[in-house]
T-cell receptor, first 113, second 113 residues
């Protein structure tokens, strides 16, 4: 089956630093999504990308849909303590039925005040 | 606040019990999903309902039985579970079954004793 390789698996950074994480795949995806999950809660959609090369921002977050359709990255600028959580990328393949998203393994972000 | 509501938030059950998880959305979404999530792992798809019909069952054991009474409601009936079934069970919905992002509820934390 399809797999998404998400890296890094975890990051421990100082408050105010910028963060970068990415996902790569051996297959082409039609849609890339980035979610954040806080402890005890469900994943919350941060950014959705629908077009190769697309660069989209949501506040301090910026994500890009790779031109090859096989990768995406998420950047967080000037991190703050509430950025702590697990970030998941997810992709929808070109030929799909029933919205079978493929998830990356997650990036656990820890922020030191 | 999430627009997908799940109850209960926590559930502890014995291996001989029968219980049900409930999910509700009023966004007019026509596809609903059950996911299972173990600690520090991405969500794993269990079932997909598309236009109130079961469209995908990811080889889930029969001790898990989904039900979609109407387009706004999704249930997961549990019977004779095993301790390894303990996990966070997430409900999600999408506007349609194709190419639209998942909206997750906050999940039910299930513990099987």
């Amino acid at each position: 089956g399809q797999q998404l390789n998400q890296s890094p698996q975890s990051m421990f950074i100082q408050e105010g630093e910028d963060v970068s994480m990415n996902c790569t795949s051996s297959s082409i995806f039609n849609t890339w999504l980035w979610y954040k999950q806080d402890p005890g809660e469900g994943p919350v959609l941060l950014i959705a990308l629908y077009k190769a090369g697309e660069l989209t921002s949501n506040g301090r977050l910026t994500a890009q849909f790779g031109i090859t359709r096989k990768d995406s990255f998420l950047n967080i600028s000037a991190s703050i303590p509430s950025d702590v959580g697990i970030y998941f990328c997810a992709g929808l393949p070109l030929m799909n039925a029933g919205n079978m998203l493929t998830f990356g393994g997650g990036t656990r972000l820890m922020v030191k005040p | 606040d999430t627009e997908v509501t799940q109850t209960p938030k926590h559930l502890v059950m014995g291996m001989t019990n029968k219980k049900s998880l409930k999910c509700e959305q009023h966004m007019g979404h026509r596809a609903m999903y059950w996911y299972k999530q173990k600690a520090k792992k991405p969500p794993e798809l269990m079932f997909v309902y598309s236009y109130e019909k079961l469209s995908i069952n990811e080889s889930v054991p029969s001790r898990f039985s989904p039900e979609c009474p109407n387009s706004s409601l999704l249930n997961l009936h549990l019977h004779a579970l095993q301790p390894e079934d303990s996990a966070l069970y997430l409900c999600a919905s999408t506007r349609d079954p194709y190419n639209s992002p998942l909206h997750f509820g906050n999940g039910t934390r299930l513990t099987v004793t």
